[in-house]
T-cell receptor
């Protein structure tokens, strides 16, 4: 298996522009997670999906952020408009169906976003 | 109080040393616990789960104290390849659809030759 695939790997954009991050989870995994990692705040969960349905988006920082999962093999995280404080590494992770939360989350390589 | 707190580090140790990382969590409802490892500019990867009775995987030993809300990771005979950031992770899963991992900010370990 190719693992979790994210694109782009690097993104540099100007403040105010729309940014779309993409993720392909591991085939057969029921859960998909979006995280953001910064030096100041560490790794934070933004939103997660179960069977393509958003379950918890309480970590999404504000209305400028939105995430979708139109099918089991694709998800997007969109920032519109982007701001310099959105600069971070964004990770997508997937996990098989959980029974008590012991299953491993498999992370993609991340997208390094820089907003100028 | 932060939900998951770790030693800030960094830890610099010689090869062969034993090093211990500590972590505390604030939510007593937390139900499962993990250590993840993150290499520089890479994604986090599961190192090991942490069970109530304590568990060992080769040179790595993890322990959990629910009463004190404390988790530890011990690395014996450290290798150069152990150099990484170690993330303490707590899950408040209550079965089925509630599945949220909370990560500590990590402790950087550098093993020197």
């Amino acid at each position: 298996d190719a693992g979790v695939i994210q694109s782009p790997r690097h993104e540099v954009t100007e403040m105010g522009q729309e940014v779309t991050l993409r993720c392909k989870p591991i085939s057969g995994h029921d859960y998909l997670f979006w995280y953001r990692q910064t030096m100041m705040r560490g790794l934070e969960l933004l939103i997660y999906f179960n069977n393509n349905v958003p379950i918890d988006d309480s970590g999404m920082p504000e209305d400028r952020f939105s995430a979708k999962m139109p099918n089991a093999s694709f998800s997007t995280l969109k920032i519109q408009p982007s701001e310099p404080r959105d600069s971070a590494v964004y990770f997508c992770a997937s996990s098989p169906r959980t029974s008590g939360g012991q299953e491993t989350q498999y992370f993609g390589p991340g997208t390094r976003l820089l907003v100028l | 109080r932060k939900e998951v707190e770790q030693d800030p580090g960094p830890f610099n140790v010689p090869e062969g040393a034993t090093v211990a990382f500590n972590c505390t969590y604030s939510n007593s409802a937390s139900q499962s616990f993990f250590w993840y490892r993150q290499d520089c500019r890479k994604e986090p990867k599961l190192l090991m789960s942490v069970y109530s009775s304590g568990n060992e995987d080769g040179r790595f030993t993890a322990q959990l104290n629910r009463a004190s809300q404390y988790i530890s990771l011990l690395i014996r005979d450290s290798k150069l390849s152990d150099s990484a950031t170690y993330l303490c992770v707590v899950n408040r899963a209550s079965g089925g659809s509630n599945y949220k991992l909370t990560f500590g900010k990590g402790t950087l370990l550098t093993v020197n030759p």
